[in-house]
């Protein structure tokens, strides 16, 4: 099992920036892949940025492309999002998802953290 614990969510104006951050623990070798995804109140749950390994490649949805970057800390466990110049539509509640897999489904969840955008 890999146990997943978001943080860093909070409240930040319009234009501001933010980092979140996943920390990962247990059978993390396991993992090929992390990802973000957020959802907001009475929306469904949407892809936001992935990570794969071992080269560390990306993808980012194409609403957040140019404004967010995801990295990992290998050595630490933890994936971060870097979220900048946001707007009123990025507030919602921000999940990390870790896959045993290449492509395919994710199998780890955490249990999400809120980033709200006052504008």
């Known amino acids: 099992q890999v146990q997943l614990v978001e943080s860093g969510g909070e409240l930040v104006q319009a234009g501001g920036s933010l980092r979140i951050s996943c920390a990962a623990s247990?059978?993390?070798?396991?993992?090929?892949?992390m990802g973000w995804f957020r959802q907001a109140p009475g929306k469904e749950r949407e892809f936001v940025a992935r990570i794969s390994w071992p080269d560390s490649s990306t993808v980012y949805a194409d609403s957040v492309k140019g404004r967010f970057t995801i990295s990992r800390d290998v050595a630490n466990n933890m994936l971060y999002l870097q979220m900048n110049s946001l707007k009123s539509d990025d507030a919602a509640t921000y999940y990390c998802a870790a896959s045993k897999s290449r492509t395919g489904r994710y199998d780890f969840w955490g249990q999400g953290t809120q980033v709200t955008v006052s504008s």
């Open positions: 247990g059978r993390t070798f396991e993992i090929y892949r």
